[in-house]
């Protein structure tokens, strides 16, 4: 009675092994990575079609009706769902929400590509289509790095057009115009404490403290997880200081135009994981 594959074989092999399985009506989790981006593509489209979710590639957390898949966290079930297009992300929200008193109803992962043009947030808009026929869920979370601005807008619309209130967390983007039923933060910790309707303050604004301690140091942040990287930058942007990153968000200098100060490197991404 499975109506989900879970596939974690070597990137050259997973998509043959996803395109297994929608065309048997299973929905695919895809673990691995080192996937080619026109490849998702073209499965995620064929799976719409079929009626069926690709979650990945690269996708390597998700909470399925209480069940962790991969590396998620055993947390509270609840009525708060999560969509994902960062794992590490979604961990923190996830568990972040189960230390505040709440729980997750599904935590649908979509993989950190999906939101890219060539992709076009397929996966994205079928998880918050679901959620929104889901009745145990009665908040959405959506966590990941900004979309570009055709697909960060054709997500909002969809969002709009769902009624349920959302959070929205693009990490490291600027104010968006926000529908009626949605609310922007900028952190991960504002993200659960907003979907909990709790009081929230971005860490973003708190600069004080980082700026007074990093101005007398060099700082060289390793991260595993990009979007925690990405969530460092914008706390060192906030606090106007001069730093660099092989994976910058927007107003973040990359690493190749200066090898001098502030660092913050992210080690996840595909092509470091060969």
Not at 130 to 152: F, G, M, Q, R, Y
Not at 204 to 231: F, I, M, P, W
Request: net charge negative; charged share 20%; aromatic share 4%.
């Amino acid at each position: 009675d499975a109506n989900l594959a879970l596939i974690s074989v070597p990137g050259d092999f997973a998509i043959a092994e996803a395109r297994k399985a929608i065309r048997r009506g299973l929905h695919a989790m895809i673990f691995s990575d080192n996937v080619g981006v026109a490849a998702e593509a073209e499965l995620k489209r064929e799976a719409q079609d079929l009626g069926c979710l690709v979650m990945g590639p690269d996708c390597g957390t998700a909470i399925i009706n209480g069940t962790p898949l991969a590396f998620a966290k055993v947390v509270s079930h609840g009525s708060i769902g999560l969509v994902g297009a960062s794992g590490t992300g979604t961990q923190e929200v996830s568990c972040l929400i189960s230390q505040y008193g709440g729980g997750i109803s599904h935590a649908i992962g979509v993989g950190g590509r999906d939101l890219k043009s060539k992709v076009g947030g397929i996966s994205t808009l079928m998880a918050i289509d679901a959620l929104d026929h889901d009745p145990a869920t009665k908040h959405i979370v959506l966590i990941s790095k900004p979309p570009p601005a055709e697909v960060a807008s054709k997500v909002l619309d969809r969002i709009a057009v769902i009624g349920k209130p959302t959070t929205i967390c693009f990490i490291g983007a600027s104010d968006l115009p926000m529908p009626d039923n949605a609310t922007q933060v900028f952190s991960l910790k504002a993200a659960a404490q907003a979907a909990l309707g709790l009081d929230h303050k971005d860490e973003v604004h708190l600069d004080v403290t980082l700026g007074s301690v990093v101005e007398r140091y060099k700082v060289q942040g390793l991260y595993s997880g990009g979007t925690l990287c990405a969530e460092a930058q914008v706390l060192f942007r906030a606090a106007n200081l001069a730093i660099f990153s092989n994976a910058p968000v927007p107003g973040v200098l990359d690493t190749n135009n200066n090898n001098i100060g502030h660092q913050l490197l992210d080690l996840g991404d595909d092509q470091y994981t060969q």
